[in-house]
Structures are given as structure tokens and as C-alpha cells.
């Protein structure tokens, strides 16, 4: 079984920091400096058995989530992310379309995530040689 720092890594994928301008992030106990998101998540740990997310809303009502992490001196810091997924009604029709894509590619003997990773291929105008696209010009 994966330990809870692996887990957290995969799930802040679905996250984008909200501005470069946040890093470098400086903890204002022991004056570490954090160059990027990257850093931050590698470098820093979660808070006890906690994922550390906290949504809240930003001054337009949009969702945002506060990550609270430690620093190496234990201290505790906070970026602020947004998440990647569009909920917007066209952003809602994609991630219908891509389900039923991704149901009929499962329902024909293609395992979930090969399926599922051809698929966000195909999107990124990539192309997918299992699924005979090709790529997208650009």
C-alpha cells in the first residue's frame, strides 16, 4: 500500500498553483525559501494524517483550496491552488463525453487506466497509437 506522502503527491496533481508570484515561498520561522510548487510538495510534509486542503472561495465566489504543509523546521505554511477542472457547463459536457469514452473503451476490454490515459493522450493532441490517432498539428 502507497504511504500517505505518495497519495498526497498523486492527488495535488489535480491542483495548480494560482500564481508564480506566490514563489519563491520563504517560511518566516527559518527562512527556507521554496523556489517552486514543485519544492513545495517535495520538499515540505504533510500535517499529521491530514491531507492539508481547505477550500474556500475567492472574492468572485470561484473555489479555491488552501494547501497547508510543513516546513522542514515544522513550522506551518500555506499556498493557495485552484483546481484544474473546469465545472463551467461546456467543462461539464467534456467530462461527460470523456466518461462515455471511457466507459465504451472499458465495455470493449481496455483496462480503465490504459484506457483512461489514451484518452488524456488524445486530448493533449498527442495521439494514441492503441487507439490509431493521430497527432494533432499544431
Same mark, same amino acid.
Given at each position: 500500500m502507497a504511504d500517505l506522502e505518495t497519495i498526497d503527491k498523486d492527488f495535488y496533481k489535480g491542483l495548480q498553483a494560482l500564481s508564480d508570484s506566490s514563489f519563491p515561498k520563504k517560511c518566516s520561522t527559518c527562512g527556507k525559501i521554496y523556489d517552486n510548487v514543485h519544492d513545495y510538495l517535495a520538499l515540505t510534509k504533510a500535517i499529521g494524517r491530514s491531507s492539508g486542503l481547505k477550500e474556500s472561495l475567492d472574492d468572485d465566489? /470561484? +473555489?479555491l483550496v488552501e494547501l497547508f504543509r510543513n516546513c522542514?523546521?515544522? !513550522?506551518?505554511?500555506?499556498?493557495?491552488f485552484n483546481n484544474r477542472r473546469d465545472l !463551467? +457547463?461546456?467543462g461539464l459536457k467534456r467530462r461527460q463525453k470523456f466518461e462515455e469514452l471511457l466507459n465504451r473503451l472499458t465495455n470493449?476490454?481496455?483496462? %480503465?487506466?490504459? %484506457?483512461?490515459? *489514451?484518452?488524456?493522450k488524445i486530448m493533449r493532441g *498527442?495521439? !494514441?497509437?492503441?487507439? /490509431?490517432? /493521430?497527432? !494533432? *498539428? /499544431?
Open positions: 465566489d /470561484k +473555489p522542514v523546521c515544522g !513550522s506551518t505554511l500555506m499556498d493557495v !463551467s +457547463p461546456a470493449n476490454g481496455f483496462a %480503465a487506466q490504459t %484506457a483512461r490515459d *489514451e484518452l488524456l *498527442e495521439g !494514441s497509437d492503441l487507439l /490509431k490517432v /493521430k497527432p !494533432s *498539428e /499544431k
